[in-house]
């Protein structure tokens, strides 16, 4: 059993710069892939990055690509999501999701889901 908390929301405005980090409980971190994925208010979970056990391995969606960064500290059991150049529209609840069995942006994959933390990004 994995249990993941999330942390590091909040209120900023555009153009700032917040940085999430998920903290993980349970044995074999180290083997999970790790993600980030959002949902905003009427709309769909969506994939925002995921990192590969080892860390060697990143993806990003498209729409924060080059703004955001996933990154892991497997001896901390934690993964953080680096976010530069906000905008209103990456407005949503964040959570943190563990997969032990593949890599990819299908919420499918990943079965360990924290409980959310917002950003809310004014213009």
């Not at 993964?79 to 069995?101: F, G, I």
Request: charged letters at 15%; proline letters at 2%; a positive charge.
């Amino acid at each position: 059993q994995v249990q993941l908390l999330e942390s590091g929301g909040g209120l900023v405005q555009a153009g700032d710069s917040l940085r999430l980090s998920c903290a993980a409980s349970g044995r074999s971190f180290g083997s999970n892939t790790m993600a980030w994925f959002r949902q905003a208010p009427g709309k769909e979970r969506e994939f925002v990055a995921c990192i590969s056990g080892g860390g060697f391995s990143t993806y990003y969606a498209g729409s924060v690509k080059g703004r955001f960064t996933i990154s892991r500290d497997n001896a901390k059991n934690t993964v953080y999501l680096q976010m530069n150049s906000l905008k209103p529209e990456d407005t949503a609840v964040y959570y943190c999701a563990a997969s032990r069995s593949g890599y990819g942006a299908s919420t499918a994959l990943y079965t360990y889901w924290g409980q959310g933390t917002q950003v809310t990004v004014s213009s």
